[in-house]
C-alpha cells in the first residue's frame, strides 16, 4: 500500500519531522507483511508541526482540537475495538494543552498509542516555552528567558500506570522506526517520546547528541529499574539521556474490561 499522500509537504527544510514521517511508513511496510490491515489503521494528530503529518499520509484519519486527540482516540478505540489507534501528538499540544487526557489514558491503559514530537517548544506558533523548556528558554512570550522548571513526563505517565513506556531520537533512524512498531505491537497503553529538535527555533541536535545512549539489558517489568532509568535525565540538567523501552508489561486493557461480560 501506498502510505504517503501527494501533498506538498510543508515543514522546514531539514526538519527532524521528515523522519519520524519515514520511519512510520517503514515500520507500516514492515507491519503490513506481518498481516497488519492497513485499513484497520486510524492515527489522530493535535495542532503543532507535528500534526502536518495529517496530511501526508494515507491512512484514516482524524484532525483533533488542540490537546485533544488522546480523548478522541480514546473515544474511537471504544467505538470500534479492532482498529489500531495512533495519536501524534507535540509536547506543548500534549504536555500543555491536553495534559490531563495524557495522565487518565495511561491510568486506565486505554490500548492506544501516543507519539510525542518534542522538540521542547511551541514551534508552529513562532516558539514559545513549553512544560519540558528548560528554565531560562528565551522564546517570544519569554524574551528574558522561562523562569519555570520542567517536568519528566516519562517519569509522569509511568506514575499514572502507562504500561509501555519508551524514548527515542530522530538522530538514531533505526532505533526511531524500531520504537514506532515495538509501541504499535503493544497491547494497552503505549508512551514513546520522540526527541525531535526544531532546527529553526530551538535545535538541540548537537546537544542530543552528545548525550543520548541507548538502553541495553533492561528489565522492562522492573518498576525500581525503569524509574532509576526515567530519572537519569530530568529534563534540566547536561546528563546522559537514554533511549528504548524504560517499562513495558502485560495487563488487561481498558476496552477489555470494558466490554467484559458481567459476572451478575
Request: hydrophobic share 40%.
Amino acid at each position: 500500500m501506498k502510505y504517503q499522500t501527494d501533498a506538498k509537504i510543508t515543514w522546514c527544510p531539514g526538519c527532524s519531522n521528515f523522519l519520524i514521517l519515514r520511519a512510520f511508513q517503514d515500520a507500516l511496510f514492515e507491519l503490513e507483511k506481518e498481516g497488519q490491515n492497513p485499513k484497520e489503521i486510524v492515527f489522530l494528530t493535535g495542532i503543532g508541526c507535528h500534526g502536518k503529518i495529517f496530511d501526508y499520509l494515507n491512512l484514516n484519519s482524524f484532525y483533533a482540537l488542540h490537546g485533544r486527540s488522546i480523548a478522541t482516540a480514546q473515544g474511537i478505540k471504544l467505538a470500534n475495538p479492532k482498529l489500531k489507534v495512533i495519536c501524534f501528538v507535540g509536547d506543548g499540544d500534549c504536555y500543555n494543552e491536553g495534559i490531563e487526557h495524557l495522565i487518565f489514558a495511561a491510568k486506565r491503559n486505554s490500548d492506544i498509542k501516543v507519539f510525542v514530537h518534542n522538540n521542547r517548544n511551541f514551534a508552529l506558533t513562532v516558539s514559545q516555552f513549553t512544560a519540558v523548556s528548560p528554565k531560562g528558554f528565551k522564546g517570544s512570550s519569554t524574551p528574558k528567558g522561562s523562569v519555570e522548571e520542567p517536568f519528566n513526563p516519562l517519569e509522569l505517565v509511568f506514575s499514572a500506570g502507562a504500561t509501555f513506556v519508551a524514548r527515542t531520537f530522530t538522530g538514531n533512524f533505526e532505533h526511531l522506526k524500531k520504537m514506532i512498531k515495538e509501541a504499535i505491537l503493544h497491547e494497552g497503553f503505549a508512551f514513546l517520546e520522540i526527541l525531535q529538535p526544531c532546527i529553526t527555533f530551538f535545535d538541540l541536535t548537537n546537544f542530543f547528541k552528545e548525550r543520548v545512549y541507548t538502553l541495553e539489558n533492561q528489565d522492562f517489568e522492573s518498576k525500581e529499574k525503569a524509574q532509576e532509568k526515567i530519572r537519569e535525565w530530568d529534563y534540566k540538567n547536561d546528563g546522559k539521556i537514554p533511549i528504548g523501552i524504560f517499562y513495558k508489561i502485560k495487563k488487561p486493557t481498558f476496552e477489555q474490561e470494558f466490554f467484559k461480560p458481567s459476572q451478575s
